[in-house]
Structures are given as structure tokens and as C-alpha cells.
């Protein structure tokens, strides 16, 4: 079945460093966009990073420009978020997401804690 766990979340302090990997099973990777959201609580959930199948191009929420990363590799199915230089309103839960072009597919992960306290 379809598959997408979050990993590499966790604690860290402002202008620390995390970076967030998904792994994906049961649909076929390459044919996919894969996103990442957030949710704070209290918030709602907001779109931070897209990667497009073929690996470019990659768009992020302005919050994140400059500090945020994301990446993907085709063979091993995996999406990565590298976040630099944390601050405090990026945390949040994150969650993965694949959204294949033109279908109605759209799959998610249950979502990872990242904290970020002084």
C-alpha cells in the first residue's frame, strides 16, 4: 500500500539545522511532485516546499526562502527538507506530500514534530 514516512525531526534551537527525510513506497516515485506542509498548532496547514518529478524546479513559501532546501532522489524514493537557521515560527508538524499532475492522487504522511526553542 501506499507509503510516506517523515523522518528527521526533532529539537533544536534557533539558527540550528534539521533536515527532514520521506520515504515512499507503493506508487511509483518518479511520476510525482512531492511537497512538504506544515501545521502549528492553532494554524492551519501551509504549503512550505515543492519538488517537481524530474527534481527542478522547486518553489518554497517565502517564509523559507534562502534558509530551506528540498531535494529528492529518484532510485532510492526518497524526499528530503534540509531547514537552516531555524526560527521559532518554524515549528510545527510537517508533513509529506505526493501529488501526481494531472490525477487525483494525492498521498500523506503522518507528519513529524519539529520544535524549536531557545
Known amino acids: 500500500q501506499v507509503q510516506l514516512v517523515e523522518s528527521g525531526g526533532g529539537s533544536v534551537q534557533p539558527g540550528g539545522s534539521l533536515r527532514l527525510s520521506c520515504a515512499a513506497s507503493?506508487?511509483?516515485?518518479?511520476?510525482?511532485?512531492m511537497s512538504w506542509f506544515r501545521q502549528a498548532p492553532g494554524k492551519e496547514r501551509e504549503w512550505v516546499a515543492i519538488?517537481?518529478?524530474?527534481?527542478?524546479?522547486?518553489y518554497f513559501v517565502d517564509s523559507v526562502k534562502g534558509r530551506f532546501t528540498i531535494s529528492r532522489d529518484n532510485d532510492k524514493n526518497l524526499v528530503y527538507l534540509q531547514m537552516n537557521n531555524l526560527k521559532i515560527e518554524d515549528a510545527a508538524v510537517y508533513y509529506c506530500?505526493?501529488?501526481?499532475?494531472?490525477?487525483?492522487?494525492?498521498?500523506w504522511g503522518q507528519g513529524i514534530q519539529v520544535t524549536v526553542s531557545a
Open positions: 506530500n505526493a501529488v501526481r499532475v494531472g490525477y487525483s492522487y494525492n498521498y
Open positions: 519538488i517537481s518529478s524530474a527534481g527542478s524546479p522547486n
Open positions: 507503493g506508487f511509483i516515485f518518479g511520476f510525482y511532485d
